[in-house]
């Protein structure tokens, strides 16, 4: 058909040519990270930027008065894997900051200032605080925008997301058109928020994000490990052993992933950190992990036992496979069920996981398990681990209401994953009959996320949907 060209045509076009420069400083905009060491008064700050050697510098102060301080000169790393433009991933460190304070901060290129926002700094162990949970997210649905929109809405101190941070496969363009834009967006609306450049987001590896191991087919998969910047304190991996499964890639498609990955790939996928007055553990619970073996429930004991572990109030682990789930989607994947002792033994408090597209709140609970469980492969024939049935005796603890009775006995599992993915098993949402006897609260009919507010030894939890309607609340103390 022939196109007439109107007058609003053009000047729309050149709206768009005029837009498409002032963005070009980026291609994913400043967004904090806790980094490798992280502290109430240190934050990173990373963007992308196209491949050239442009003079970056990052200024900062707090509050929004006050001489600015410049960062150390931002670092990169090269981005360069088949398939994509190559860019680079900069990091500037925010240090000295005041505990649990906002700041505003401006990013340079030349002498230019590119871009603005307001950060706060993550809290120390004696403030509350508050943070929003949610898995299963980026899928560029209504539903993960509104989420997005909800998140910024509560005002966190900080995000976790417990696994399956970006669909299908973790692909670097797969970021950039269900992830960055969503959650940095300029605006809170509809179509997203800027929750990424205010506050830190702490993410667990899920098997959209870490599975894809085959990078001569996907060679921009796994940006999991150059995209976030977090502890490397975790066990080191080895491909091919219990942990880690083994790479297909061509010398250049690997040498590719390794430049731009460096220490994280072998070392991000399990890692624990301090925020406020709590210890989290985070764990990569894909099936590929044989967690039969003792190097990664070794580490966790160990991590749980550490001074600063059981110095918290609060201990709180995090990955991506619920061991005790109610739905029938997933339900042979109990696998992590087997490290429920460890976390017993280590007092951990509440579990978040993601994964079951929907919201299941477990009664606190203990559990032993019956050997190691039956592994379960994806074929016939095949040597590919789907999961583990892990049968055993859980013991209940009916009593705890989180209303008038708040200390519970036992640790309570969160399934937090409709965070915007299409829901799994909306037909047992009224169909208590269908849910395992270790499930309290299932709410399978809408997107959701959830709030917790930390104050010392009170802990409240509440599960809010996509409208901003309450689904679940409850409360513990110490
Ligand atoms: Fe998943």
Request: proline share 6%; charged share 20%; glycine share 6%.
């Amino acid at each position: 058909m022939k196109q007439l060209i109107t007058l609003p045509f053009l000047l729309f076009s050149l709206l768009c040519c005029k837009l498409t420069t002032a963005q070009d400083n980026f291609i994913a905009k400043p967004y904090l990270q806790i980094g490798r060491t992280p502290s109430p008064d240190n934050l990173q700050l990373l963007w992308h930027a196209p491949d050239n050697d442009a003079d970056w510098t990052v200024e900062y102060r707090m509050g929004t008065s006050g001489p600015w301080k410049k960062t150390a000169v931002p670092t990169s790393i090269r981005v360069a894997v088949a398939g994509i433009e190559p860019h680079r991933v900069y990091n500037a460190a925010l240090t000295g900051l005041t505990p649990g304070g906002k700041f505003t901060y401006r990013v340079l290129q030349g002498k230019k200032e590119v871009f603005t926002a307001e950060g706060q700094a993550s809290k120390a162990s004696t403030q509350p605080y508050r943070f929003v949970a949610f898995a299963d997210i980026g899928a560029e649905t209504a539903a993960q925008k509104k989420l997005a929109t909800q998140a910024m809405l509560a005002k966190p101190d900080m995000v976790v997301v417990p696994g399956d941070i970006v669909y299908e496969r973790g692909l670097i363009s797969e970021y950039r058109s269900r992830f960055w834009p969503i959650y940095n967006a300029d605006q809170t609306t509809a179509e997203g928020a800027p929750l990424l450049r205010s506050v830190p987001m702490i993410v667990a590896p899920g098997n959209h994000d870490t599975d894809t191991r085959d990078l001569n087919k996907y060679p921009d998969a796994l940006a999991y490990f150059y995209y976030w910047n977090q502890p490397l304190n975790g066990p080191q991996g080895v491909e091919g052993g219990p942990m880690v499964p083994t790479l297909t890639a061509s010398a250049d498609n690997r040498t590719a992933f390794q430049t731009a990955a460096g220490d994280a790939y072998l070392k991000m996928a399990n890692y624990s950190f301090d925020y406020g007055n709590a210890h989290w553990t985070v764990l990569d619970s894909n099936p590929y992990v044989d967690f039969t073996d003792k190097t990664i429930t070794d580490w966790v004991a160990a991590d749980l036992a550490s001074p600063a572990a059981q110095k918290a109030t609060w201990r709180f682990v995090m990955f991506h496979h619920p061991g005790f789930n109610s739905s029938r989607e997933h339900f042979e994947q109990q696998h992590m069920r087997l490290l429920s002792p460890v976390f017993e033994q280590g007092k951990v408090d509440v579990v978040f996981n993601g994964h079951v597209h929907n919201y299941q709140r477990s009664y606190p609970m203990t559990f032993v398990p019956d050997k190691k469980g039956v592994l379960l492969v994806a074929s016939m024939g095949s040597t590919k681990a789907r999961g583990r049935v892990v049968n055993g005796r859980w013991t209940l603890d009916k009593s705890f209401d989180g209303k008038t009775n708040t200390k519970p006995s036992g640790i309570i599992y969160l399934v937090t994953g409709a965070g915007g993915q299409e829901l799994y098993n909306p037909e047992q949402n009224n169909d208590p009959d269908s849910w395992q006897k270790f499930t309290t609260k299932f709410y399978s009919n809408i997107n959701s996320l959830t709030v917790v507010d930390i104050n010392d030894k009170t802990m409240t939890v509440k599960q809010i949907d996509v409208d901003g309607k309450e689904l679940d609340s409850f409360k513990i103390t110490r």
